[in-house]
């Protein structure tokens, strides 16, 4: 089993700046996926950004430019940083972590409310 423990959501305005982060314990493995996803009311779970343990990166389109994923693989530890945030970008935020085996661990979610 992976525990995921999250922080760094909250209340921003519209322009703002936050950071997300999210630590990995119990049965890591130095092969993985880290990213992000959110979800807004209604809406299904949808991919924010990603990194993998070799370094590649994906983001969604309305994340590039403006949100930076990031790995510290010595701490198992992702973050993301969003930056000109928009009222659009309002919803919970889950982290997750791939094993090599493809078995994906969740996060409990932190909520980002941008206001406009």
């Known amino acids: 089993q992976v525990q995921l423990v999250e922080s760094g959501g909250g209340l921003v305005q519209a322009g703002g700046s936050l950071r997300l982060s999210c630590a990995a314990s119990?049965?890591?493995?130095?092969?993985?996926?880290m990213g992000w996803y959110r979800q807004a009311p209604g809406k299904q779970r949808e991919l924010v950004a990603v990194a993998t343990s070799d370094g590649t990166t994906n983001y969604r389109d309305s994340a590039k430019g403006r949100f930076t994923i990031s790995r510290d693989n010595a701490k198992n530890t992702v973050y993301l940083e969003m930056n000109s945030l928009k009222p659009e970008d309002t919803a919970v935020y889950f982290c997750?972590?791939?094993?090599?085996?493809?078995?994906?661990?969740w996060g409990q979610g932190t909520q980002v409310t941008v206001s406009s």
């Open positions: 997750y972590y791939r094993n090599p085996f493809g078995v994906d661990y």
């Open positions: 119990g049965s890591t493995s130095s092969v993985n996926a």
